[in-house]
């Protein structure tokens, strides 16, 4: 491998088991790809001396290879002929072959690491022992577990153990809200000397709210155009959004497009319920889209929802919230911080079709209060950016490179 020069930082970032060139809501893609993509970018405009191998395993039986992710960044894309065509739920068996491949494709010794998500860290430490090791986890078992909701799957024991050794070995834990933070505390034990609280941010020449009221965002109060964007999963809870528009009052006339594609058959079954419910006409299913189209389905939108089980942030209602619409999310989790109750949104503290149905008609016939949540996150959302992202873990990437001896 090549040397560099002493006052250069080389950062070997892993993303096991998703590109973070991947289509957010396609797939395993969604708030993590979304989170490296950004925030690399955001890294290398700020630190100029900053360079970057990002290493992914590909499983959809396309070629290995090696794409950029702006300048003085590369992502590896690593194929393991036995891993092709696997689900993530089998990646663990092959933490070992991931890293010995990262070490092999590696054009340079890393000055850090950084592991998105259990499986990454454990492939970084295992590529890697002797060097710093910062650890995302994004989304944890304990907390899933704690929170799952109906036909929501219990995670393996293997990925809380794997958690649990990272907490231990990793140099800092970066979480995304102080709310993660005592989660990693209760639940793993972590001690406040390895925590760092970084908040996600928002881009804000993407994301950004519309100069004139389209023609679907008319401030009606008995007509309304709700989004939800994302991979559509029992966890992200679009079902609960089918079941409560089913429940509400007839002179309502309600909308729902859901934005992203699974893979499997759970969007097609959500179709079908709307059948069922007589509501064919008024949801539809839609791809998932670029950021530039997301932020342009969003600001049409009258609301966006997120209704998820457990989120350790939750860019999507971030986002939302920088386009000037409201949003209604699920009382847990980094929701809670990613949206100002009754400030820049609603926050649902029920997780059934009920308790959401009375939260989309409260909003629905409220204009007035649902544009002004709208205008009050934009202004919340335009000062969360990913400079500031980037800044903090420069920062630490920064301190590990120097204390190594």
Request: proline residues 5%.
């Amino acid at each position: 491998m090549a040397q560099q020069p002493s006052d250069s930082l080389h950062l070997h970032v892993f993303s096991m088991h998703t590109s973070p060139l991947a289509q957010p809501g396609r797939g395993d893609a969604g708030g993590m790809n979304v989170y490296i993509d950004r925030s690399l970018r955001a890294l290398l405009a700020l630190d100029p001396a900053l360079t970057v191998e990002v290493f992914t395993l590909r499983t959809d039986g396309g070629p290995s290879g090696t794409d950029t992710l702006g300048e003085r960044a590369q992502v590896h894309s690593l194929v393991l002929p036995r891993a092709v065509g696997l689900a993530k739920a089998d990646l663990p068996a092959f933490i070992p072959d991931f890293a010995r491949a990262v070490r092999e494709k590696a054009t340079r010794e890393p000055s850090v690491l950084h592991g998105h998500y259990w499986l990454s860290g454990l492939a970084a430490r295992e590529a890697y022992p002797h060097i710093p090791l910062v650890q995302t986890m994004h989304t944890t078992a304990a907390a899933k577990n704690a929170r799952l909701g109906e036909g929501e799957s219990t995670e393996p024991a293997e990925r809380w153990e794997g958690e649990k050794q990272l907490v231990e070995e990793a140099a800092t834990l970066v979480v995304n809200t102080k709310f993660e933070a005592d989660q990693m505390r209760r639940y793993y034990g972590a001690t406040d000397d390895r925590l760092c609280v970084i908040n996600p941010g928002v881009d804000t020449s993407i994301f950004y709210p519309s100069t004139r009221v389209s023609a679907l965002n008319t401030g009606s109060d008995t007509t309304a155009h709700l989004v939800f964007a994302g991979r559509p999963q029992p966890l992200k809870g679009p079902h609960l959004l089918v079941e409560a528009l089913a429940l509400l009052p007839e002179d309502l006339q309600v909308s729902l497009d859901i934005m992203g594609r699974s893979g499997g058959t759970y969007e097609q079954d959500l179709l079908e319920r709307a059948q069922q419910l007589g509501l064919g006409q008024a949801v539809t299913l839609g791809s998932s889209v670029s950021a530039v189209e997301l932020a342009d389905v969003f600001r049409r939108a009258d609301i966006v929802a997120c209704p998820s089980s457990s989120e350790t942030f939750g860019l999507v209602a971030l986002e939302a919230q920088a386009c000037g619409t409201a949003v209604i999310a699920s009382k847990v989790d980094g929701l809670v911080e990613a949206v100002a109750d009754g400030l820049t949104g609603i926050l649902v503290t029920e997780r059934t079709p009920h308790a959401w149905a009375q939260a989309i008609e409260s909003l629905v016939r409220n204009p007035d209060f649902r544009l002004g949540l709208g205008a009050a996150g934009a202004a919340r959302a335009g000062r969360m950016t990913w400079e500031q992202t980037a800044r903090a873990l420069d920062r630490i990437y920064r301190q590990l490179s120097l204390a190594q001896p």
